[in-house]
């Protein structure tokens, strides 16, 4: 996905990132902002940087389940 199809708010982010311009408070939201969007397994240059946070805890990536019948592998007793 081309930086010009982003949002400008985080187009914006990423460039100034990539120019190491960004704060580490910047660098979080640009992060959360494409795990958010679910871009950053396809903007693979911030990928690391995002699984780094996601590890530190500093982010977040909340997980849907496709099958709602199979939510008991999800969320153990659901069904109960």
């Known amino acids: 996905m081309p930086k ?3 949002p400008q708010k985080l187009a914006l982010l990423c460039d100034a990132y ?3 311009e960004l704060p580490p408070d910047l660098q979080i939201e640009m992060a959360q902002f494409l795990i958010d969007l679910d ?6 240059q911030y990928q ?3 699984d780094y946070f996601i590890a530190e805890g500093v982010c ?4 849907f389940a496709e099958d709602y019948d199979n939510l008991e592998t999800f969320i153990p007793g659901f069904h109960d």
Do not use: A, F, R, W
């Open 4 to 6: 010009s199809t982003l």
């Open 60 to 63: 977040y990536e909340v997980g």
């Open 18 to 20: 990539d120019q190491g």
């Open 39 to 44: 871009l950053h397994n396809d903007l693979t």
């Open 48 to 50: 690391q940087l995002c």
